[in-house]
């Protein structure tokens, strides 16, 4: 009898609770795996590669941003100001196309941009212990005031999107593998080997689970908090170009409809948004889940205010799920 509960231990609440804590992955492809049939139910044919591969170049910028949100998250905090930073870094970039530098000195600008709105977002959280919440959001209006002034300096309401950033924002091996993975595929090993191979990434858990503790073991949180609000806003101008590119649209507010799937992303990966806990890994297959989600919503001809809502939705239901396994465990 004790071997048999012991064999079909994993049928038991516990076991699956245990599952949604340690390995949320795990739930997630299955759940991945039942909307890509729901979608294929719902539209007969739809899923082939071709298909597979406009869903992972949609993904991409998502998973990215959805990355920022992970990393500051890890902390306790958030990033608000991702879609701001992204995009000015694809406005950035297209008004200095003509520019004696070309799209390279058009990319370089709109990064030390963004790193340097991270620098400032670092050291208000970091040294005022501004609440990340504030400080981000704060930090977002101040970048799109900028924009706007930079719009009005260039005398112009937009700009063409460089053929470089269309490139690799929107075209495809085969017209299967989209080129943006050349971009992605290195970020995700250097964010995955980052948060659990080296001290900074130990450093990120160590704050977000015990801030106190970490204080106490000699950690100079400030520092760790800078640097990550720096790399956080680079990683949001890197997806504002891709989204230009995928787009091909340059303007101050063109990322700002990825900010909540952004969080919802991470929210439903795993990363808990009492910091401590989550990685990178659940935060991709969570863009993933939402890019096929939004694919399922049009197919059903559902419009955007609903999409909206459904994510809005997402994150409460799913971080009040994640609050109560952790609680029970």
């Known amino acids: 009898m004790n071997a048999s509960v012991r064999a079909n231990g994993w049928l038991t609440a516990v076991a699956w609770r245990r599952l949604l804590r340690d390995r949320p992955i795990v739930p997630l ?49 958030i990033d608000l100001s991702v879609a701001a930073i992204g995009s000015m870094a694809g406005f950035v970039t297209a008004t200095l196309v003509h520019s004696p530098g070309g799209v390279a000195e058009g990319i370089v600008v709109a990064l030390a941009a963004a790193a340097l709105a991270g620098l400032l977002t670092g050291i208000g959280v970091g040294v005022f212990r501004v609440h990340p919440l504030i400080m981000t959001l704060g930090m977002s209006f101040v970048v799109l005031g900028l924009s706007n002034v930079w719009q009005l300096q260039m005398v112009q309401t937009g700009a063409g999107v460089p053929d470089s950033l269309r490139w690799i924002g929107s075209s495809t091996l085969a017209q299967v593998v989209p080129y943006n993975l050349l971009v992605f595929i290195p970020l995700t090993l250097l964010i995955l080997l980052g948060l659990r191979r080296t001290g900074y990434g130990r450093l990120l858990y160590a704050i977000g689970d015990n801030p ?84 399922l919503l049009t197919v059903l001809g559902l419009p955007e205010p609903t999409r909206q809502v459904v994510f809005g939705s997402i994150i409460v239901i799913v971080a009040a799920a994640y609050t109560r396994v952790t609680g029970e465990s």
């Open 212 to 295: 106190i503790a970490a204080r106490l073991s000699g950690t100079r949180a400030w520092q760790v908090l800078i640097v990550l609000y720096v790399i956080s806003a680079v990683m949001a101008a890197i997806a504002g170009l891709l989204i230009s590119g995928l787009t091909n649209t340059a303007s101050v507010s063109l990322v700002d409809t990825s900010l909540l799937p952004a969080v919802a992303a991470a929210v439903i990966g795993g990363t808990s948004i009492l910091g401590g806990r989550g990685g990178f890994g659940g935060t991709i297959v969570g863009a993933l889940i939402l890019t096929v989600l939004t694919a």
């Open 29 to 77: 492809m299955g759940l991945l795996a039942i909307l890509v049939l729901v979608i294929e139910l719902a539209d007969p044919g739809i899923v082939s590669p071709e298909w597979t591969g406009v869903i992972v170049r949609a993904s991409v910028p998502l998973a990215i941003l959805a990355g920022c949100q992970t990393l500051t998250m890890l902390t306790g905090g």
